[in-house]
């Protein structure tokens, strides 16, 4: 059964030759100049399974300000044909999911699923510049 290991929101993320990167990394709050225009972020981070196990369903769905809007996607993750098992048999699976979401003032929400299960909750907030 997959897990979820970790999940952080970024600026910008990337899963490259089997490690996760990551730029403006864990934060909860942005600044924004204006409300024009796409702001992109990241949700990062690494699923664990086992080698064998069903291939796992991940979930992201972005909830605006107020219920104004939302976006969401799901994938299946897949164990690399270079996945290496640790410790008691583990495999971790990385992934980056990249969005533009327009810039409103208000908290967001991110919800992460696994199999259709939510499994956590993160949250910013858009402020403006003074």
Do not use: C
């Amino acid at each position: 059964m997959a897990e979820l290991d970790y999940v952080f929101l970024a600026d910008h993320a990337q899963v490259m030759d089997g490690k996760l990167s990551s730029i403006g990394a864990s934060f909860t709050n942005v600044t924004a100049a204006s409300t024009e225009g796409l702001f992109m972020l990241s949700v990062a981070g690494r699923v664990r399974t086992t080698m064998g196990a069903a291939n796992p369903e991940l979930g992201i769905r972005l909830r605006g300000p107020g219920g104004m809007f939302e976006v969401s996607n799901a994938t299946e993750l897949f164990v690399g044909p270079q996945a290496r098992p640790y410790g008691d048999g583990k495999v971790g699976i990385l992934f980056a999911a990249n969005l533009a979401v327009p810039i409103v003032v208000g908290l967001y929400e991110v919800f992460v699923s696994l199999d259709g299960e939510e499994v956590r909750r993160l949250a910013f907030d858009i402020t403006l510049a003074e």
